[in-house]
C-alpha cells in the first residue's frame, strides 16, 4: 500500500508524464488522440482539430468509433484487442465520410501505454495512443500511376495487335479484350459504321450481360445518346459523368455507376469508322493524361480500321481487275473474227485464237 507522501508523489509523475505526452502531441503535425481504456478520447492535439473541422467539445469523452466513424466496427475490434497491452497496430486503413471533408481514407497507428509503474500493486492506468493519417491523396496517386500504367500496357498490346490482324471485327473485339483484362478500364466497346454511317459490327467486354440487348438496339440505328452526341458532333470526344442520371434509357448505365464514359469517332482523314467507348474510374476522369491516353487509343484503332479497309479495297480491285480480264478472255477467245490488242509502240500484247 502507498503512504500519502508516495501517493502524492505517484500523481506528480503522473502529471509529469501527461505534460511529455502533451508536449509531444502539440509539436507532431499528424492527427493524435490519446484513449482510456474503453476507447473513449481523453485529448487530442491541435491538428486533429484542424484536420477534421471540429472542436474539443464534440471530442473530448467521445468514443473512437463515434469521431471516426467507425460503422462496421473494424477498428474498435482492433483496438479492443491492443488496449491494456503494449502492442501496436500499424498500416490499419479505413474509409471516412464528413459533410465538412467527404470521403477520406485514413490510416490509423496505435500504441497501448501503461502510465504506472510496473512494480507498483494498485492498478496501472490503461490508455491508447493514436495517430491518424490522412493518406486519400496518396492512395488517389497510387491508383492513378497504376491505372495509367494498366492503359498503357493496353495501348501498347493493342499496337501489337494492330501490325497481325487483319480482319475488323476480330480487331475490335480483341482491342475490348485487352483493354478490360488489362484493367485499364471495367467496360469497353466499339462500334463499327460503313462509308454512309450504317452499323457494320460490335464487340464488347466487361458488359457481357447487358451488351447482347444493346447490340440489338444499335442493328437497328438506335445508339446510346453519347454515341449519337460524338456521331452528331465536329468535336469527336465526349465524357458522360453521371451516365446512370443523364442517359437513363443507355442499357450500360448502370455498368458505369461509379465511373465516368469516354466515347471518342475512330476517324481518319474524314472517314468515320464508329466510336470506341470505355468506362474510366471516377477519380480519373478528368485527369490530362488519362484524356491524352484515350485520345491515342481511338487513333491507333482508326489508323488500323483504314489500313485494313484501304487492303480490302485493294484486294477487292484486283479481284475485279482478274474478273474484267476473264470475261473478256472468254469473249474475245469465243469470237469468230479476229481480235488483236497492242501498245503505244505497235506491239501485239493480245490476240484472239481466230
Known amino acids: 500500500m502507498l503512504d500519502n507522501r508516495q501517493y502524492i508523489e505517484k500523481e506528480r509523475e503522473l502529471k509529469r508524464q501527461r505534460k511529455f505526452l502533451q508536449n509531444i502531441m502539440a509539436t507532431i503535425p499528424d492527427s493524435l488522440l490519446v484513449l482510456d481504456k474503453h476507447l473513449r478520447i481523453k485529448s487530442a492535439n491541435r491538428t486533429f482539430y484542424e484536420t477534421f473541422q471540429t472542436k474539443p467539445k464534440k471530442v473530448i469523452g467521445s468514443s473512437i468509433a463515434e469521431v471516426l466513424h467507425d460503422e462496421e466496427g473494424e477498428l474498435t475490434s482492433q483496438l479492443t484487442n491492443l488496449s491494456g497491452t503494449e502492442d501496436m497496430l500499424e498500416a490499419f486503413e479505413m474509409p471516412y465520410k464528413s459533410e465538412e471533408l467527404g470521403e477520406r481514407i485514413l490510416n490509423i ?3 497501448g501505454m501503461r502510465l504506472a509503474e510496473e512494480e507498483e500493486e494498485e492498478e496501472e492506468e490503461e490508455e491508447l495512443l493514436i495517430v491518424v493519417e490522412d493518406i486519400t491523396e496518396r492512395k488517389r496517386m ?28 476480330r480487331l475490335i473485339q480483341q482491342s475490348c479484350n485487352i483493354l478490360v483484362e488489362t ?13 454512309d454511317g450504317n452499323y457494320i459490327s460490335a464487340s464488347s467486354s466487361g458488359a457481357e450481360e447487358k451488351f447482347p440487348i444493346l447490340l440489338e438496339q444499335v442493328k437497328r440505328g438506335e445508339y446510346p445518346p453519347c454515341v449519337r452526341e460524338v456521331l452528331a458532333q465536329e468535336q469527336p470526344f465526349a465524357a458522360c459523368d453521371d451516365v446512370k442520371r443523364q442517359h437513363i434509357e443507355c442499357v450500360l448505365a448502370d455498368c458505369c455507376v461509379g465511373g465516368v464514359g469516354f466515347v471518342n469517332q475512330l476517324e481518319y482523314e474524314g472517314r468515320v469508322y464508329g466510336t470506341i467507348c ?28 483504314a489500313s485494313i479497309e484501304s487492303e480490302e479495297e485493294r484486294k477487292q ?13 472468254d469473249i474475245t477467245d469465243n469470237a469468230l473474227e479476229w481480235i488483236w490488242e ?13
Do not use: C
Open 109 to 111: 497507428t496505435a500504441r
Open 278 to 305: 470505355v468506362v474510366v474510374p471516377s477519380g480519373m476522369a478528368w485527369d490530362k493524361e488519362e484524356h491524352g491516353l484515350f485520345r491515342e487509343l481511338a487513333t491507333d484503332v482508326s489508323h488500323a480500321l
Open 183 to 195: 484493367r485499364g478500364y471495367p467496360i469497353a466497346w466499339i462500334l463499327l459504321l460503313d462509308k
Open 317 to 329: 480491285a484486283e479481284e475485279a481487275l482478274r474478273e474484267s480480264e476473264k470475261r473478256f478472255r
Open 342 to 354: 497492242s501498245d503505244a509502240n505497235g506491239k501485239y500484247t493480245y490476240a484472239s485464237p481466230v
Open 142 to 169: 497510387e491508383e492513378r500511376i497504376i491505372h495509367l500504367t494498366n492503359v498503357l500496357r493496353a495501348l501498347r498490346s493493342i499496337n501489337q495487335l494492330i501490325t497481325r490482324e487483319k480482319d475488323k471485327r
